[in-house]
């Protein structure tokens, strides 16, 4: 079965942990889209790991995982996520394979994304890790790939290319010396010489493996919302993150995956700029995002929260045919006397059942909630549906009806232990 995990929010709403369980299951772990802007969690026995680029099922040490055409590679951060790895004596020589199609970021890609935001009124609070940038270049058609980097002539070329135009931008719009020629080239040869017996044709090595009847689980990183197309554009990545993306960013075909199961938090929460209706007033935020730790396992900038959000959530079901739902992080909302969730909003005196496209309709939109009792005691130790508090059950079986989908799994801890599967 070829099955695909996408976020239904925007982003961190605790994929990794997910994705790491349903890895046991497959033989190949893909990332479809994104970069290293993405940050997966997985804690097991006590010891954390992030991922930023290696997909997270790579921890099953019988599994091969890819990286996809579709993702934006940091040769630099994935070096250091290889040698890291290394240190915890998991080794992946023969399990890591990249697309030799995959856009390279490049050190002005990194320093444009910071330049850029600081000169807009309208800040997206970019991870400043060169996304934008780089899926730029990819578009614009003078992107590098990894197989550039195999190649002294081609790179030279391409890279020469690069620099002269992109140098005078730097020069002339922001004042910014610029990069030089040399360094940049030497650098990046010897990555691609380090990287090149992970580099392969990934299009080819899935397809054959569905031939084979091999299973393949698609990691999808951020979010819905944050997808180029059906986020709340342009707070925004640059990348495809809803499930159709693993198709283009892999070369599997539509018909070939079989299965959506998406990924919400019981509660919401987002990472830099942006209209968020359900957001909560400031003093209960800081109290939910240190209970939740919810702080950017990228950047460790702190996540802004907010109540459930159907609206959204039904939305991303539609968007990406998620057929069950795994609800996480449960167990940060132990203890409160009354829990929200929005199921419209009101704008200008008038309902909406669906996340408004126009930016001021939906910075300015009014949550509608239904609200419920909540639950007395912690719930990390349960293990079984039935044993949770009875307002927690009523809680995930509102979600269930709301949104019209199966809820498969709830997360109560940040351990793969700590998960109830229904
Ligand atoms: P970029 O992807 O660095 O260009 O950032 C664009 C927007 O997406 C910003 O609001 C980021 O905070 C957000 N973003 C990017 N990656 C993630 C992620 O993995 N989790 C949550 N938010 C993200």
Redesign the pocket.
Same mark, same amino acid.
């Given at each position: 079965m070829n099955l695909v995990i996408v976020g239904t929010q925007?982003?961190?709403e605790g994929k990794g942990k997910i994705i790491d369980i349903l890895s046991k299951e497959v033989n190949y772990i893909v990332r479809y889209q994104?970069g290293s802007?993405?940050?997966h969690t997985v804690v097991t026995n006590g010891k954390e790991y992030i991922f930023h680029l290696i997909p997270s099922g790579i921890l099953h040490k019988d599994k091969i995982c890819c990286i996809g055409n579709g993702v934006v590679v940091d040769p630099q951060a994935l070096i250091k996520e290889i040698k890291d790895l290394a240190k915890a004596h998991i080794y992946i020589d023969r399990r890591l394979k990249i697309s030799s199609l995959a856009h390279v970021i490049l050190p002005y890609h990194k320093v444009l994304?910071q330049l850029r935001e600081t000169r807009r009124t309208n800040k997206?609070?970019?991870?400043? &890790?060169g996304?934008?940038p780089c899926y730029a270049d990819k578009i614009n058609r003078c992107g590098i790939r990894m197989v550039d980097l195999l190649n002294p002539g081609v790179f030279k070329e391409k890279l020469k290319d690069n620099l002269k135009e992109k140098n005078e931008i730097f020069k002339k719009v922001y004042r910014h010396v610029g990069f030089g020629f040399s360094s940049i080239y030497k650098d990046y040869l010897n990555y691609g010489k380090y990287l090149s017996k992970y580099t392969c044709n990934i299009a080819i090595l899935l397809n054959k493996a569905t031939q084979d009847k091999k299973d393949i689980l698609f990691e999808g990183?951020?979010?819905t919302f944050?997808d180029i197309d059906f986020g709340s554009y342009p707070?925004?990545?640059?990348s495809s993150a809803t499930a159709g993306g693993a198709c283009v960013g892999t070369g599997l075909s539509p018909v070939k995956i079989d299965k959506v199961v998406g990924i919400a938090k019981a509660y919401t929460t &987002?990472?830099?700029?942006?209209p968020f209706p359900t957001e909560f007033p400031p003093v209960f935020a800081k109290f939910i995002r240190e209970k939740g730790n919810e702080f950017?396992?990228?950047?460790g &900038?702190p996540r802004r929260c907010g109540w459930f959000d159907s609206v959204m959530v039904k939305e991303a079901i539609l968007l990406n045919s998620i057929s069950e739902l795994a609800i996480m992080k449960l167990d940060v909302l132990d203890g409160l006397k009354t829990i929200k969730i929005c199921i419209a909003y009101k704008y200008k005196g008038k309902l909406f059942k669906e996340f408004p496209d126009d930016l001021e309709a939906a910075k300015s939109a009014k949550p509608v909630y239904k609200e419920m009792p909540g639950w007395e005691r912690t719930i990390n130790k349960v293990r079984r549906y039935q044993d949770l508090p009875l307002n927690a059950q009523r809680y995930i079986s509102r979600l269930q009806d709301v949104l019209n989908t199966k809820i498969s799994m709830v997360s109560v801890g940040s351990s793969r232990e700590d998960t109830i599967f229904i």
């Open positions: 925007w982003g961190d994104g802007n993405a940050g994304d997206i609070g970019t991870t400043g &890790r996304i934008g990183a951020q979010g944050l707070f925004v990545t640059s &987002r990472v830099g700029e942006g950017g396992a990228t950047t &900038r």
